[in-house]
């Protein structure tokens, strides 16, 4: 069943039978490759590591990076009625138009990593409802954000960068990582764009309601009732991008937690993607240890909008300028151990 034919939220987990799964056979002729280049075997850490996998999803043992798709979702939240945020709503659709003229920290990113932008803002003068007095989408608008996402995916491009913004959306993060992951409301809770700690205990509150509400729901309802549309936007991305073969990096805490009703259904789900950076949001770290992925950087930011994963494209770039670039012992007529 392919993402454009579902009709129903449910329906989106019965797509895992149909997805495309890594290339082993790929994976170890890029291994193979790996002990074969001038150099100890390991000696170039996780670049090696990031080669292989891209080998694998890109059913080749030696796997390229021509086209570089960049994606930001944007939306608005009603959970800011409740004072979780320090910056009024407006700053969304001002961010947005701050990306497309170019003067956004991802647009640096994007232009020095070579990766194309572009951004999607999602009914930002019809936020979500406040999810502590009812679910914030219907399914119906939730599956509409996750076809909007899903349509914004480059079939021909090589890897995918996701990122996100919108305000308020960090206690949206933190209401589905908990959710998803369980513990207490104030283990996911941070400071997002600058609460004080009045702020987090706000925030903290809040989460609590929500989950009292909302948090025994199957993975899509979860998506539907607390999450926005740029989360639902970002898990049909993923998905959109799985069906094409076509790896993912995923942003920062925000991006990450987007995902998470998706591996509430299977994390296989979520075995194409990469996490760009581990964020200083405290809840991130307790995330991706869950998810079981390994963050391709870790420079103590949490800016958002892509910018962490734009920054990790070019180490991936750099893994396969490596792992296609360097000669073998052979061809460089070095003796090996």
């Known amino acids: 069943m392919p993402l454009a034919s579902v009709t129903a939220l449910h329906q989106i987990a019965s797509l895992m039978q149909e997805l495309p799964a890594f290339d082993h ?5 890029a291994l193979d490759r790996q002990g074969r280049l001038t150099k100890p075997l390991g000696a170039l850490g996780k670049l090696e590591d990031l080669a292989v996998f891209m080998a694998g999803w890109q059913c080749s043992p030696q796997p390229e990076i021509g086209t570089a798709q960049a994606l930001v979702f944007a939306g608005n939240h009603g959970i800011c009625a409740q004072g979780v945020n320090p910056y009024p709503q407006a ?15 991802i647009n640096q990113l994007c232009k020095a990593n070579g990766a194309v932008l572009s951004v999607i803002a999602l009914d930002l003068d019809r936020p979500t409802e406040d999810f502590t007095q009812g679910p914030a989408m219907t399914e119906a608008d939730c599956l509409d954000a996750v ?3 899903a349509e914004a995916v480059d079939a021909d491009a090589d890897i995918l960068i996701l990122g996100e913004m919108g305000i308020g959306n960090s206690t949206v993060a933190a209401a589905l ?26 925030k903290t509150r809040v989460v609590e309601e929500g989950l009292k509400r909302h ?59 990469l996490v760009g950076h581990r964020s200083s949001e405290p809840g991130h770290r307790r995330l991706i240890d869950a998810m079981g ?26 893994a396969l300028a490596c792992h296609n670039g360097m ?4 061809e460089a007529g070095v003796a090996e151990a």
């Open 215 to 273: 948090g025994n729901k199957a993975p899509f309802d979860m998506l539907a009732a607390l999450g926005g549309r740029e989360q639902a936007a970002i898990c049909g991305a993923v998905l959109s991008a799985r069906e094409a073969r076509l790896p993912v990096i995923l942003d920062g805490y925000i991006c990450t937690a987007a995902t998470a009703p998706l591996h509430a259904v299977d994390p296989e789900l979520l075995a194409h993607c």
């Open 147 to 149: 076809k909007r996402g």
């Open 327 to 330: 000669a073998t012992f052979a």
């Open 25 to 29: 056979g790929s994976a170890k002729a």
């Open 177 to 202: 990582s908990a959710a998803a992951f369980g513990g207490d409301a104030r283990d996911w809770v941070g400071p997002g764009t600058g609460s004080d700690a009045d702020g987090i205990v706000r």
């Open 293 to 318: 992925k390994d963050p391709v950087l870790d420079f103590s930011m949490k800016l958002g909008e892509g910018t962490g994963a734009a920054l990790a494209l070019g180490i991936l770039k750099s």
């Open 91 to 105: 700053v969304t659709a001002q961010m947005v138009a701050n990306f497309e003229a170019g003067g956004a920290a």
